[in-house]
């Protein structure tokens, strides 16, 4: 079965400054991956999802994510925070002809003016 | 469009109430989730859906029980409430094929159990 872990429990951020999240996922072939965020008292939205193709992908609200093959890897990235970029963010994987996702413990990110 | 609407938003049980958690989409989508959110554990499926009148367990079905008797809606029903179910439960709807995993939430319904 497939899984994801998300390393940072939590991680704080300067406004304007860069942000990385990491996401490693364990899965035999290429997974289907994702990343959503949850503000504060509401559900999830889906930032960007990864399939096939370019590795490099391109979300909502500035965000990119980069699939690694030889690292496992999925991490999130924005060039500049925001403030309301505070909010928890959960990386999730699921797989070819299957309906369901494994979501990750999430990260959450305080952003400090 | 209202998307994926859940109700209650908050809810106190005390142990051994029963209790059915609503949840409907107007998107027309074939599959139907439910998680629970705990702290510093992510989310956890409990049932799942693919369809009207189908439906199976997640990671974590004890102590639920689900249905899919519309396209439009997927109820989650705790029948004995215990401690343990203390909280944050969201529905979610999804599509099928090239749009697998992209999922609609709702706001959440949390439940504390007493």
């Known amino acids: 079965a497939q899984s994801v872990t998300q390393p940072d429990i939590h991680i704080t951020v300067s406004e304007g400054a860069s942000l990385e999240l990491r996401c490693n996922y364990s899965?035999?072939?290429?997974?289907?991956l994702f990343w959503y965020v949850q503000s504060p008292g509401q559900g999830l939205q889906l930032l960007l999802k990864?399939?096939?193709?370019?590795?490099l992908v391109q979300g909502i609200k500035g965000f990119e994510a980069e699939f690694k093959r030889s690292q496992s890897s999925f991490n999130l990235r924005k060039p500049s925070v925001h403030w309301s970029d505070a909010a928890e963010y959960f990386c999730?994987?699921?797989?070819?002809?299957?309906?369901?996702?494994?979501f990750g413990a999430g990260t959450t990110v305080t952003v400090r003016a | 469009n209202a998307g994926v609407t859940q109700t209650p938003k908050f809810r106190i049980l005390k142990i051994g109430q029963s209790m059915t958690l609503q949840c409907t989409q107007d998107?027309?989508?074939?599959?139907m989730y439910w998680y629970r959110q705990d702290p510093g554990m992510g989310l956890k499926l409990i049932y799942y859906?693919?369809?009207?009148?189908?439906?199976d367990k997640g990671e974590v079905p004890n102590g639920y029980n689900v249905s899919r008797s519309t396209t439009e809606d997927f109820p989650l029903r705790l029948e004995l409430a215990a401690p343990s179910q203390t909280s944050v439960y969201f529905c979610?709807?999804?599509?099928?094929?090239?749009?697998?995993?992209?999922?609609?939430f709702g706001e959440g319904s949390r439940l504390t159990v007493l």
């Open positions: 979610a709807s999804g599509l099928s094929g090239e749009n697998t995993g992209e999922l609609f």
């Open positions: 899965y035999g072939a290429t997974p289907y």
């Open positions: 990864y399939f096939s193709g370019d590795t």
């Open positions: 999730a994987v699921g797989t070819p002809n299957d309906y369901k996702l494994s």
């Open positions: 998107m027309n989508h074939n599959y």
């Open positions: 859906s693919v369809g009207a009148g189908i439906t």
